[in-house]
Nanobody
Framework: QVQLVESGGGLVQAGGSLRLSCAASGRTFSNYAMGWFRQAPGKEREFVATISWSGTRTYYADSVKGRFTISRDNAKNTVYLRMNSLKPEDTAVYYC?????????????????WGQGTQVTVSS
């Protein structure tokens, strides 16, 4: 089992920045690719970004490319999502997820473990 706990969400004005963190426990963190997903009210959960277990490979949704950065610190068992130039359409609950493989993908159905989510609200 892997336990994931997100933090860092909040209310920010458009154009602002936030950094989300996801702390993992329970298994060897470096054995897992990590992903961030988000879900807005009334919408499907959507992929945001993923990072390989070594941190050397990343992949982003087109909607966040150039604005968001995923990173990880395996010594701290933590994955981060730095979000810059936030837009009102980025408002959602953000979830981190773990997949026991080298490199994840954008399919949320393939991730093994999920956190409880953290709310991000961007005001216009």
């Amino acid at each position: 089992q892997v336990q994931l706990v997100e933090s860092g969400g909040g209310l920010v004005q458009a154009g602002g920045s936030l950094r989300l963190s996801c702390a993992a426990s329970g298994r060897t963190f470096s054995n897992y690719a990590m992903g961030w997903f988000r879900q807005a009210p009334g919408k499907e959960r959507e992929f945001v970004a993923t990072i390989s277990w070594s941190g050397t490979r990343t992949y982003y949704a087109d909607s966040v490319k150039g604005r968001f950065t995923i990173s990880r610190d395996n010594a701290k068992n933590t994955v981060y999502l730095r979000m810059n130039s936030l837009k009102p359409e980025d408002t959602a609950v953000y979830y981190c997820a773990a997949k026991e493989t080298y490199y994840g993908n954008s399919d949320y159905g393939e991730y093994d473990y999920w956190g409880q989510g953290t709310q991000v609200t961007v005001s216009s």
